[in-house]
């Protein structure tokens, strides 16, 4: 029997030349191969290319626990990635000096690499892809009319080496994961020439079941079981979990129903009249909700909705769970555990019912209609268009994520927002000046201000904030509203 197990990270990446492209999982702290990326560091390896869902600094005041992708900045040459940076911590900002020094960055959405993994695994020589259209996802590649509809051509992704986060692995490189760090793990280890596995721990073949198995030997290579002193060892997440609590930054935005400064451009201008705050807005969203839905909520206001669905709405995240149960707030901060987190890396615990996948099959979810999401806004246009990603020209100031694979392929849209800026000038608007996430995708609007819906017809002024009048409304509005005859206040 072939011999996959090695006795060191150090000898799994020996073989690695400089220019190696590098797939690696990092969605938490609990789905990245931080043994593997730290003997890589070590090693010295030159121009790199790494290909991960999320590109993002070490939690606050934990660099001397936790080792992240971002550590091989100064040996990388290209960075293929989804999410660069926190939005909260000023998004790509940090990679701008490597950047100046040559760093390519090629930015795409989470279900986009995963599909281009899939056809690098598959021998496929690529695929038309609905989401990007009208972003600057589409910029410089083929665009092709298929049924009406306009795709992308996107390239496959192959890499030369993958780095994985696995649970528990025999001696024939049979993978098994924990909770939600199995992710895009399956996928990268299909699209790899060799595949090179972290466990927590190696067994002897037979010891799996087969009804369990996750990923199969063949598609693995090398296998090394973390050592007690290495990282990422189930000791060490739960210290790890307690030091983030006693971080405040980290304690906002990992143990909070919302971070209130998520993006201080958001406050509601000055004025007499009383706008809704933030959790009405979220409540009025939720109303939109019924048993058996199936939803998911973005950052900041959409997050605040999940404290007012009703009974039997069912909540997905692209991270690969559906039907999880409430997240762990400050005061329960020992319930937490790091393979159960949400895609913006938010503590969930378990529920009855709920399932575990990979990427592939989240969106395949989120791109077939099965879903309503809810999410915020930085503008809305009058055909329904949506720019919540990026404020300004620098693709490297805001995050993609699985935003626009969400606008695109959800049954329905929803999207909660302050109807102005600080500054006052309105977020409703007759075409978007921020970056586009999706053309034409919006059903319905909550603002703080006002329900709408997105109408062939135009807009519809369904629903008005306590003491507010149609005209006061339309006043703070670019585009015009059409008054719907069954008007109403938005009820409290």
């Not at 999982?25 to 191969?33: D, E, F, L, Q, Y």
């Not at 009249?273 to 839905?293: F, S, Y």
């Not at 806004?377 to 268009?385: M, W, Y």
Request: aromatic share 6%; with cysteine; charged share 25%.
């Amino acid at each position: 029997m072939i011999n996959k197990v090695f006795n060191s990270f150090d000898d799994a990446v020996a073989d690695i030349p400089d220019g190696a492209s590098i797939l690696m999982m990092c969605w938490g702290v609990s789905a990245t191969p931080q043994n593997l990326i730290a003997a890589t560091k070590r090693k010295g390896i030159k121009d790199l290319t790494i290909i991960t869902h999320n590109f993002v600094p070490l939690p606050l005041g934990t660099e001397d626990e936790v080792t992240m992708p971002p550590v091989l900045l100064p040996q990388m040459k290209k960075l293929i990635s989804a999410i660069v940076g926190f939005q909260q911590l000023g998004a790509g900002a940090f990679v701008k000096e490597y950047v100046e020094r040559g760093l390519e960055v090629e930015l795409t959405t989470h279900g986009t690499m995963a599909s281009r993994l899939y056809a690098g695994a598959a021998c496929l020589g690529g695929f038309y892809d609905p989401i990007g259209i009208g972003t600057i996802l589409a910029k410089g590649k083929e665009i092709r009319i298929i049924n009406d509809r306009e795709y992308i051509f996107q390239e496959p992704i192959r890499a030369d080496y993958a780095f994985i986060r696995g649970y528990k692995a025999d001696k024939l490189g049979n993978l098994v994961y924990q909770g939600t760090y199995r992710s895009g793990q399956p996928v990268m280890a299909m699209a790899a020439d060799v595949t090179i596995a972290e466990v927590d721990e190696i067994v002897e073949v037979g010891e799996i079941d087969a009804e369990h198995v996750v990923t199969p030997g063949a598609f693995v290579d090398r296998i090394v079981e973390i050592p007690p002193d290495g990282l990422g060892t189930q000791q060490s997440k739960k210290m790890l979990i307690s030091r983030l609590g006693g971080i405040d930054m980290a304690r906002k935005m990992m143990f909070r129903p919302v971070d209130i400064d998520q993006s201080p451009d958001e406050s509601p201008a000055t004025g007499v009249k009383q706008r809704l705050d933030r959790e009405t807005i979220a409540m009025r969203a939720a109303r939109e909700l019924k048993d058996g839905d199936c939803v998911n909520l973005g950052l900041g206001i959409p997050n605040l909705c999940s404290l007012y669905i009703p009974d039997g709405v069912i909540f997905q995240s692209e991270n690969g769970v559906l039907g999880y149960g409430p997240l762990v707030m400050e005061d329960r901060i020992e319930e937490a555990e790091f393979h159960y987190v949400d895609a913006g890396g938010r503590f969930w615990t378990p529920a009855p019912g709920m399932s575990l996948f990979d990427l592939i099959t989240s969106f395949a979810m989120i791109r077939s209609g099965r879903l309503i999401t809810i999410l915020g806004a930085l503008q809305v246009s009058e055909k329904g268009d949506l720019a919540n990603w990026n404020k300004g020209d620098d693709p490297l100031g805001g995050t993609i994520g699985g935003g626009m694979d969400l606008a695109v392929g959800a049954r329905k849209v929803i999207v909660t927002m302050e109807h102005t800026s600080k500054d006052g000038k309105p977020k409703i608007v007759k075409e978007c000046t921020c970056p586009l996430t999706a053309r034409e995708c919006i059903d319905l609007i909550v603002s703080d201000l006002a329900v709408i819906e997105v109408s062939p017809e135009g807009l519809l002024l369904k629903e008005v904030a306590p003491g507010w009048t149609p005209e006061e409304v339309q006043a703070l509005t670019e585009p015009e509203l059409i008054i719907s005859p069954d008007l109403k206040e938005i009820e409290l």
